[in-house]
């Protein structure tokens, strides 16, 4: 329960930071930024595999490129389903979630050295080392 606490406090973070920096992302507050952390999740759980299966001839075609475009329909789509939290233009549907996996990248790094969280590669670590004792 811890992680999935903390996992949605830096995405949310990480919303804010977007927030600042890239124009047409709009936040209005901090509790609209935890929903939308928690939308997101969903979103990239649910929707995003159906759509990159689907766009699987077109991503290949760009080299991957295309992914950016996915990761912009599930940025759009958060937006339209949480209240204060919208996404105007193109560099925002681009942008958008391109600075929001690094900030969520660095604040996990963060995070994990500090020690409050556990990083993937650690948690599987220990259990290879635990299932070989």
């Known amino acids: 329960m811890f992680g999935f ?3 949605t406090l830096i995405t949310a973070l990480s919303l ?5 920096v890239v124009p047409g992302v709009v936040l209005a507050n901090f509790p609209a930024a935890i929903i939308a952390a928690i939308a997101i999740g969903f979103v990239n759980a649910f929707v995003k595999p159906i759509l990159s299966f689907l766009s699987l001839p077109i991503n290949f075609l760009t080299l991957g490129a295309f992914s950016l475009v996915i990761n912009g329909v599930c940025f759009w789509l958060t937006s339209l389903l949480v209240p204060g939290f919208a996404v105007h233009g193109l560099l925002a549907f ?3 979630p391109v600075v929001l996996s690094l900030g969520t990248t660095f604040l996990n790094n963060y995070f994990v050295g500090k020690g409050m969280g556990e990083s993937t590669a650690a948690s599987s670590n220990t259990r290879l080392e635990t299932a070989s004792k």
């Open 5 to 7: 606490a903390l996992t």
């Open 16 to 20: 804010l930071i977007v927030d600042l």
């Open 94 to 96: 681009i942008l958008g």
